[in-house]
Each structure stands twice: as structure tokens, then as C-alpha cells.
């Protein structure tokens, strides 16, 4: 009779590493996090710094240049610019949400598991969560680019409007 132990695989053997993998499921989603609310804070700050400018360069403008109008193309381009960054800025901070891991789905489905399935499961479903957390990550990049060319179009029809009213 053939040895059962033989022929049986030992639990694991073909993912050796597993507990070594298993050490980086944690720090994972805590790197997608602090990236999530780093992007965030950089769109809060662009909207920050283009209402400061906004505000700031009509009050400067009048202050220096005593003629200068304000019913102009250039005036009308930059407000136009700083709206379309607000619009684009607040509704890239609503954008996506970071997958975490749900206490309740592991009590429902992974409790009954062994431990290194638990490990295994954990790396491939923290994997699949640090991709989807990654494509938020990088549309709220792309929203944060717009409102930088948004921003500099501002500046640039600002100084020109100023240059020229004179």
C-alpha cells in the first residue's frame, strides 16, 4: 500500500515565501493610503494657492495700475481658468476611494481557513486592492495635472492683461 504522506502535498510547498510576502500586506495599504490623502492634500493646496491669486492680483492690479479695466478677454480668460481648476480640483478630491480590508468579510469567509491559505489569500486579494487603489491614485494625478496647466493659463492671462492694459 502506498504511503498517503508521499504522495500528499505539504500545505504551502509550492509558495514557500508566503510568510515573508505576507509581512508587506499591511504596509501595503498603508502606503495607498498615505499616497490617497498626500494627492488630496496637493489638490487642496492648488485650490488654495488659485483662490489666493485670484483674489489677490484685481487688488493688486487696481492698486498699481490706476486705468486698467477689467472688462477684458485676458481678465475673462484667467476667471474662466481659475472656475474650470475649482470645478476640476473639488470634484477630483470626491474622486475614487482607497480599497481597505473589511473586518467583517474576513470573519464571514477567511476565519475558517489554516493559516498559511489566510496568509496567501491575504497577499493576492491585497495585491488586487493595492492596483485598484493605485488607478485612483493616479486619476487624481492626472486631475492635479489639469489644475497646474489650469493654474499657469491663469497666471499667463493675468500678467499679459496687466502688461497690455498699460
Not at 21 to 29: I, L, Q, T
Request: contains cysteine.
Amino acid at each position: 500500500m502506498e504511503d498517503i504522506h508521499k504522495t500528499e502535498k505539504v500545505e504551502g510547498s509550492e509558495y514557500p515565501s508566503t510568510g515573508l510576502a505576507y509581512e508587506f500586506v499591511k504596509p501595503s495599504y498603508d502606503w495607498m493610503l498615505n499616497r490617497f490623502e498626500a494627492m488630496n492634500s496637493k489638490i487642496q493646496g492648488l485650490l488654495t494657492f488659485a483662490t489666493t491669486i485670484t483674489v489677490a492680483i484685481p487688488i493688486f492690479a487696481k492698486a498699481v495700475f490706476d486705468g486698467i479695466h477689467f472688462n477684458s478677454g485676458l481678465f475673462y480668460g484667467a476667471i474662466i481658468s481659475y472656475v474650470l481648476s475649482t470645478i476640476i480640483g473639488t470634484l477630483g478630491m470626491s474622486l475614487g476611494k482607497i480599497n481597505l480590508v473589511h473586518p467583517m468579510k474576513l470573519y464571514n469567509r477567511w476565519l475558517g481557513d489554516s493559516p498559511w491559505k489566510f496568509q496567501k489569500d491575504s497577499i493576492y486579494f491585497a495585491g488586487q486592492d493595492f492596483e485598484d487603489n493605485n488607478k485612483v491614485i493616479e486619476r487624481k494625478n492626472i486631475v492635479r495635472d489639469i489644475m497646474i496647466v489650469l493654474l499657469l493659463s491663469e497666471i499667463i492671462c493675468t500678467v499679459i492683461w496687466m502688461v497690455t492694459a498699460n
